[in-house]
């Protein structure tokens, strides 16, 4: 088992910047990549952005491409989503999520085993 812990969501403004933390812990050694989905009200949740935990290669939606950076601290057992010049839409609850398995389909959540209990991120206008 893996759990992870989320944190950093908060209030921002448009044009800001939020930081999130997600801290994993268990049987980290298993990890194979992780990523951050986001559900906004209504809506299903959405792939935002992925890494591979060895390499480090990274992945993004087209909608944050260019304004959030997934990074990962090996010796924390810790993703982070530094997220930039953030939009109104980018309104959502934010969740970290994990694999223990390799699938080229980074960005489907069906794919990941472990889930976090989710961060708000708030923009406003």
């Known amino acids: 088992q893996v759990q992870l812990v989320e944190s950093g969501g908060g209030v921002a403004q448009a044009g800001g910047s939020l930081r999130l933390s997600c801290a994993a812990s268990?049987?980290?050694?298993?990890?194979?990549?992780m990523g951050w989905f986001r559900q906004a009200p209504g809506k299903e949740r959405a792939f935002v952005a992925a890494?591979?935990?060895?390499?480090?290669?990274?992945y993004y939606a087209d909608s944050v491409k260019g304004r959030f950076t997934i990074s990962r601290d090996n010796a924390k057992n810790t993703v982070y989503l530094q997220m930039n010049s953030l939009k109104p839409e980018d309104t959502a609850v934010y969740y970290c999520?994990?694999?223990?398995?390799?699938?080229?389909?980074?960005?489907?959540?069906?794919?990941?085993?472990?889930w976090g209990q989710g961060t708000q991120v708030t923009v406003s206008s």
């Open positions: 999520a994990a694999r223990s398995t390799y699938t080229s389909d980074y960005a489907s959540a069906a794919r990941y085993d472990y």
């Open positions: 268990g049987r980290t050694f298993s990890t194979y990549g």
């Open positions: 890494i591979h935990w060895r390499t480090s290669l990274t």
